[in-house]
């Protein structure tokens, strides 16, 4: 059974930093690739950035410079530092699962809630 366990959520100042992180079981977590995506209130879900299983890391253009997508494969975790936050960062991050050979994200956290205050 997949688990996708998110931490590290919370309130913040404009400019403040937090660090989110993900705890995965349950699958070959070095050879799947792991993301983070977010959902403010009233948007659509969208990917914040991406840590690939070769290694490549992908990020959205509204976080580049500022948040850093990393993980730990001896320990099964996901990270997401996040730096220079603004009021339009706030939503729910959830950690995400693609297995090799799929097109879609297949497994999902019950996410975290980021709240960056102006």
């Known amino acids: 059974q997949v688990q996708l366990v998110e931490s590290g959520g919370g309130l913040v100042q404009t400019g403040g930093s937090l660090r989110l992180s993900c705890a995965a079981s349950?699958?070959?977590?070095?050879?799947?690739?792991m993301a983070w995506f977010r959902q403010a209130p009233m948007k659509e879900r969208e990917s914040v950035a991406a840590a690939i299983w070769f290694g490549a890391r992908t990020y959205a253009d509204s976080v580049k410079g500022r948040f850093t997508i990393s993980r730990d494969n001896a320990k099964n975790t996901l990270s997401l530092q996040m730096n220079s936050l603004k009021p339009e960062d706030t939503g729910v991050y959830y950690c995400?699962?693609?297995?090799?050979?799929?097109?879609?994200?297949?497994?999902w956290g019950q996410g975290t809630q980021v709240t960056v205050s102006s």
């Open positions: 995400s699962a693609k297995s090799r050979g799929r097109d879609k994200y297949d497994y």
């Open positions: 349950g699958l070959p977590f070095s050879t799947t690739t």
